[in-house]
């Protein structure tokens, strides 16, 4: 029995481990080297393109949650990440090159899974999942088109930039967590403060700076149409864009001082600029929740404007890219296979999945329900009281007049059933405890049956 996976991010390489795992022949297609994408530097598979953080690692957030239910359910991908974490207060951040490094080596040394550095321009007969991202080539995404009938919808993302830990003046930054909560006493971010005066002079320069067009950047498969601002992903949004919506809007959002207290005033700054370690060296930090499209030489003018960055070294612009997805509710059921074509299966962003979690999340599910199908079984749903069900839920049953990429969320999940009102956090903790406890009952009649 064989299993074609096309695409070696995320989703691909959880799905084919997991398929392999459970005795299934697999072959991981990757395009990369061969045909690069606009926003991958490397060849590595699970290459992170955004953000080194794959979100809170607190159960009680929903992030968290969904990492806690991957751990249950045997992910490769958060193993690897546990393994090249970072300190990052409450969140998971890995070390990139670590942690792509652990998922190839996993996977080149299993028995069932043959890699294959090659562009798939059609979609495959037989057992196969779908998961190229959303940077699927043009090829593949005419042919996804042609046979679902559907057009792609489509929105843009941004990715931050990187710079060089030893360009920081850290006279003018300091290391800090908010409210000091982290994993390092010293602070697992470097947090680069504003008094008012810097931060108009900033908002200013960056809602006037040059962007770039994206039509010149990227146009779409079917019409090259621009984006306007609705287009944007809102978890990712670029941060002139938020910076045009008011004065202060930067403050209140990515540049929020609160429970960052600057040691040489004893006060919060005005606003600040949060870096992040992104490599286990030390010496690449990521300006965080700074996604952009300004072109580069104006990244470098206004960025340097940021108190410490003053002479910074960019490792890393950031940039634009388009995401296609599918509309997945009409399509999809919930074991992630298409409806018209059983053992065709969809998985990571593709399918309309956001955040890094939720994309390995629907990795295992499409990976565990291929090998399900090749061995005459019916699919594994999981319980939408446990995030990782929710989310499944949502991308193949959401209205398709508001489908939009969803990352984890508690609205995702059903209320509480005993009608008791419970404070936030309260209600997030019933959540929790309700997820875990109805994930690990579902495992046990899984291993029963």
């Not at 005419?142 to 057009?151: K, L, M, N, V, Y």
């Not at 996604?291 to 960019?314: D, H, K, Y």
Request: a negative charge.
């Amino acid at each position: 029995m064989q299993l074609k996976v096309i695409g070696g991010g995320l989703a691909g390489s959880e799905a084919a481990w997991q398929a392999a795992e459970l005795g299934i022949e697999v072959e991981l297609y990757e395009m990369r080297p061969g045909r690069m994408t606009g926003a991958h530097k490397t060849d590595n598979l699970g290459e992170l393109v955004c953000s080194n953080s794959l979100g809170s690692n607190l159960q009680n957030r929903a992030s968290g949650l969904l990492k806690a239910e991957l751990r249950r359910l045997g992910s490769l991908l958060i193993q690897c990440a546990d393994a090249s974490s970072l300190p990052a207060g409450g969140a998971l951040a890995v070390d990139r090159e670590a942690f792509s490094e652990c998922i190839q080596a996993k996977l080149e040394s299993h028995p069932k899974v043959k890699i294959i550095r090659q562009e798939v321009t059609e979609i495959p007969d037989g057992a196969a999942i779908l998961a190229t991202g959303p940077l699927t080539s043009p090829a593949l995404s005419r042919a996804i088109i042609e046979f679902t009938g559907e057009e792609q919808l489509f929105f843009y993302d941004a990715i931050a930039p990187i710079v060089e830990y030893d360009s920081i003046n850290m006279d003018a930054a300091y290391r800090a967590n908010r409210y000091d909560k982290g994993e390092t006493q010293d602070g697992d971010y470097i947090n680069c403060p504003f008094n008012e005066g810097e931060y108009l002079a900033f908002w200013e320069a960056l809602i006037t700076a040059e962007r770039i067009s994206l039509r010149s950047f990227e146009q779409t498969i079917n019409s090259g149409v621009d984006a306007g601002e609705g287009s944007y992903f809102q978890g990712c949004q670029p941060v002139e864009v938020i910076a045009s919506r008011g004065e202060k809007a930067l403050a209140f959002g990515p540049m929020r001082p609160v429970g960052l207290t600057n040691p040489r005033t004893g006060r919060w700054p005005f606003a600040v600029v949060q870096l992040r370690q992104d490599n286990l060296l030390g010496d690449a930090y990521n300006l965080v929740g700074f996604q952009t499209n300004l072109t580069f030489s104006e990244q470098e003018r206004v960025f340097r404007m940021i108190p410490g960055l003053e002479n910074a070294v960019f490792i890393r612009h950031g940039q634009m890219h388009r995401n296609a997805f599918l509309a997945s509710p009409k399509l999809l059921d919930e074991g992630m296979a298409f409806r018209e074509r059983p053992g065709l299966f969809v998985a990571g962003q593709l399918s309309g999945i956001e955040g890094y979690a939720g994309n390995i999340a629907s990795g295992w599910i499409a990976g565990v329900n291929a090998a399900r199908y090749l061995y005459g079984l019916p699919p594994v749903v999981l319980p939408i009281t446990t995030m990782t069900g929710a989310l499944m839920h949502y991308v193949t049953h959401a209205d398709m007049k508001l489908f939009q990429p969803m990352k984890a969320i508690f609205g995702l999940m059903p209320k509480a059933e005993d009608g008791k009102r419970r404070s936030k956090t309260d209600r997030y903790d019933h959540y929790v405890q309700r997820a875990l406890s109805d994930l690990d009952h579902f495992l046990l009649e899984l291993d029963a049956s």
